[in-house]
């Protein structure tokens, strides 16, 4: 967690190995996540900042995805780039 706020936040880059057992990643600072294959299904995504995260095949509700902040630069589920 962020000493200044109670929303979590994932810094750099991993193998893509990494499980989210968060439901609730609202306001989170995801810039940059590598995200690719989480399973995000359950997970609330409202104002998370998800700018150049990789969501590369993540499963995710893309009315959560529409709830982001920021989506500039994401690699999408489908592996398009959000512009």
């Known amino acids: 967690m962020n000493e200044k706020s109670s929303c979590?936040?994932?810094r750099g880059r991993d193998?893509?190995?990494?499980?989210?057992?968060?439901?609730?990643?609202?306001?989170?600072?995801?810039?940059g996540a590598n995200?690719?294959?989480?399973?995000?299904?359950?997970?609330?995504?409202?104002?998370a900042d998800l700018s150049g995260a990789d969501l590369s095949r993540a499963v995710v509700l893309g009315k959560e995805l529409n709830k982001a902040q920021s989506l500039q630069g994401a690699t999408m589920p489908d592996g398009s780039k959000h512009p």
Request: charged share 20%; no cysteine; proline share 3%.
């Open 8 to 10: 979590p936040v994932l």
């Open 15 to 31: 193998s893509g190995n990494t499980v989210l057992l968060l439901d609730n990643l609202s306001g989170a600072k995801l810039r």
């Open 35 to 47: 995200l690719s294959d989480a399973n995000l299904r359950e997970t609330k995504l409202s104002n």
